[in-house]
């Protein structure tokens, strides 16, 4: 837990919610996706709403997080609820608030049923977007807390390397990488750790099982940390004793389309574009088919989040961004091939935060 001591976040996000709402002619927004909640004031329980409104902000918690919402949260009223529908329902109508939005993509449809029934507003508006794009540039203290899940995650990765050998089962790999982190002194690991050998390799997000390696195996082995809420996402493909001529040939390929790709991130240039430079030296080379998802996505309290490096994307780069570069290649029942770094956002290009080579390790 941080105290509000220790919350090293800007007053001004608020006011950045504030203006969100104020822009969209909202006199109040129901904040219910917990990340947001930690990133507005600091509050790192499981559940709880935050109701930012045009002078005033209400913490809503049940009884048993009431203490850590006074110890943790900032720049918001404490309120205890019951009943969650009922609590915001309580805070809206007392400050007389009749156009309010809630966040879409965090309430139930039973929850927003409910709470519009329950009030006597003119509107209450879904939001599918509130403060996710707001999050997608990061300050000082994110980026500190980013390097570090970077570091221990790094760090674990290289201390498993040398156990990967023929006979050796995936889900073993993965559970001895996911000790190390919390070892390492991680809160978590960012996701369930992906250890996928041989023909596993190219389902882009096999879970580790019973398979043991092989000699001529690939091993995508994808893996993050969790340190003070913030996460790492990082993917190395190894090879298990010999490796084909094919092999080496696509792995190149697939590590080049991963440098152009990050050569071309710097502010300002469309997330699209990106995905576009991955995409086109791919099919220069006669495999964009084999390319299955986009090119990257940003990091920070979730291990994704805004922007997305797809070609649906709409966003632009901009300075503080944390964004993955992660172009890969599946050949279905062969083999697959991912290389994935994370990068931060400069107005003239972009710092590689992740520090494991790339370049193709042989092991076993």
């Known amino acids: 837990m941080v105290s509000k001591r220790d919350f090293k976040g800007s007053s001004g996000r608020i006011e950045r919610a504030r203006d969100a709402g104020a822009a969209l002619a909202l006199e109040a927004i129901v904040f219910l996706d917990m990340a947001n909640i930690r990133y507005l004031v600091g ?66 449809l039973h929850d927003y049923i409910k709470l519009r029934d329950r009030l006597e ?120 004793g010999d490796v084909s001529e094919r092999q080496r040939e696509v792995y190149g390929i697939v590590k080049e389309a991963h440098d152009r790709a990050i050569a071309a991130v710097r502010a300002g240039v469309a997330c699209s574009e990106i995905d576009r430079v991955a995409r086109n030296f791919l099919a220069e080379r006669g495999l964009e088919k084999h390319f299955s998802h986009g090119t990257g996505h940003g990091v920070g309290l979730r291990v994704h989040e805004e922007p997305r490096l797809s070609c649906l994307s709409k966003d632009r780069l901009e300075p503080g961004m944390i964004v993955t570069v992660e172009p890969g290649i599946y050949l279905p029942g062969s083999w697959g091939i991912r290389i994935e770094d994370m990068v931060i956002v400069e107005e003239e290009g972009c710092e590689i935060l992740t520090t494991v080579s790339k370049d193709l390790r042989v092991v076993g």
């Open 43 to 108: 509050f790192t329980g499981s559940d709880g709403a935050l109701i930012v409104g045009e002078k005033s902000n209400y913490l809503l918690v049940d009884g048993r997080y009431t203490s850590q919402a006074r110890r943790e949260a900032h720049d918001a009223e404490i309120r205890e609820y019951r009943n969650k529908v009922e609590g915001i329902a309580s805070v809206i109508e007392g400050e007389g608030w009749k156009n309010v939005g809630i966040e879409s993509m965090a309430v139930t």
């Open 121 to 240: 507003v003119r509107d209450l508006r879904c939001l599918a977007e509130t403060v996710a794009s707001l999050r997608a540039v990061k300050d000082t203290a994110e980026v500190d807390r980013v390097k570090e899940a970077i570091r221990v995650s790094s760090r674990a990765f290289l201390s498993v390397l040398a156990g990967l050998r023929p006979g050796v089962e995936e889900r073993e790999v993965a559970l001895e990488l996911e000790y190390q982190i919390r070892r390492g002194g991680a809160e978590n690991v960012s996701f369930e750790t992906i250890v996928a050998s041989g023909e596993n390799s190219a389902m882009p997000h096999a879970r580790p099982g019973r398979r043991r390696l092989e000699t001529g195996d690939l091993v995508v082995i994808d893996y993050g940390a969790v340190c003070e809420g913030y996460c790492s996402d990082e993917t190395c493909t190894v090879a298990v």
